[in-house]
């Protein structure tokens, strides 16, 4: 699938929505939640999204690559909250691309945030499974992707940084959202990291909410977080399964039954006995797993 834009700010649901004071079913700490109406979004119509790309939502936390001290480097979100603590911004953190600018400042949304990303760093315990996925020398990463040659399979493979410049991703695995994909376990922690709009879905429902409502509960093509559209003209457009009144996840998730190989050759020489992912991943390379909560280490 090509490349597609990147997700780096709040996007729009594709149904207008509404706020009822009840608890949500997304988060624990919130005593509201947000549900959409049968109404489409006229952002979405704006931007033809009839005619727009379908693609998975993953249930993970965002990440973004560029390049900081001059060499490509790993990114995680960092929003900082103007109206409720004033937080420091760390030095390196860099304010998300579609963030409005007044007199050369960053303007707070309208909750307050101000998105952006800051490096993440090895020696940082609150980076653990961020730089888990980075090879030794931090220049390539642990990707989920579609497979080449099979549009259903996947596969992980080792990819360098420079090759996702200004890329942003999600990164998935056993200490991620409680999991969902069922990867790895608490003895043998597995994540990986997957392009926004890399997986797409096929033969998507029309924008319509009951028919988007019924492939979501019903089709086992539709057992996904949600999904996001990817416009002509580069907006992105969501529907998330909560905004529906739908569970998540629910049952086996699509993209956790799929069939997955491992496609990771290095490191060799002094990391191939260590412990770490790049490591355990060399160890099964060539190996077809039937889904992604099968792939398991030798200990």
């Known amino acids: 699938m090509r490349r597609l834009g990147s997700v780096q700010h709040k996007i729009p649901c594709v149904f207008l929505t509404e706020v009822k004071e009840e608890q ?4 624990d700490c919130q ?7 049968e109404n489409v979004n006229p952002v979405a119509l704006e931007a033809n999204i009839h005619c727009a790309v379908a693609t998975e939502k993953i249930d993970g936390t965002c990440c973004y690559v560029t390049l900081h001290k001059g060499r490509p480097h790993l990114c995680k979100g960092f929003s900082w909250n103007v109206e409720e603590d004033f ?16 007199n050369g400042h960053p303007v707070p949304d309208e909750h307050g945030h ?24 931090g220049m390539a990463v642990l990707v989920l992707r579609p497979g080449v040659d099979d549009e259903d399979e996947l596969e992980v493979a080792a990819v360098p940084l420079a090759d996702l410049l200004e890329q942003t991703l999600e990164l998935i695995g056993t200490n991620v959202n409680g999991n ?25 429902p029309s924008v319509d909410f009951q028919q988007l409502t019924s492939w979501l509960r019903e089709s086992p093509e539709g057992r996904v977080e949600g999904i996001v559209w990817h416009c002509s ?3 992105l457009i969501k529907v998330h399964r909560h905004h529906l009144g739908l569970r998540w996840p629910d049952e086996e998730t699509r993209l956790g ?3 997955v190989v491992v496609h990771v050759d290095g490191p060799l020489g002094e990391f191939i006995d260590s412990k770490d992912l790049f490591s355990s991943f060399s160890r099964l390379n060539g190996q077809r797993f039937g889904r992604l909560r099968d792939i398991q280490f030798d200990l």
Do not use: M
């Open 24 to 27: 949500s079913r997304k988060r």
């Open 31 to 37: 005593q509201f939640q947000v549900v959409a109406t």
């Open 87 to 102: 937080k420091t911004v760390p030095e390196a953190w860099i304010p998300a691309h579609r963030v409005q600018h007044h």
């Open 114 to 137: 101000i998105p952006g990303w800051v490096p993440v760093q090895k020696d940082n315990k609150q980076y653990c499974w961020h730089c888990s996925v980075l090879d030794p020398e």
């Open 180 to 204: 969902p994909y069922g990867l790895g376990s608490k003895k043998q922690p597995l994540q990986c990291l997957v392009s926004h709009g890399s997986v797409g879905v096929r033969n998507p």
């Open 233 to 235: 003209d580069g907006t």
């Open 257 to 259: 039954a799929r069939p």
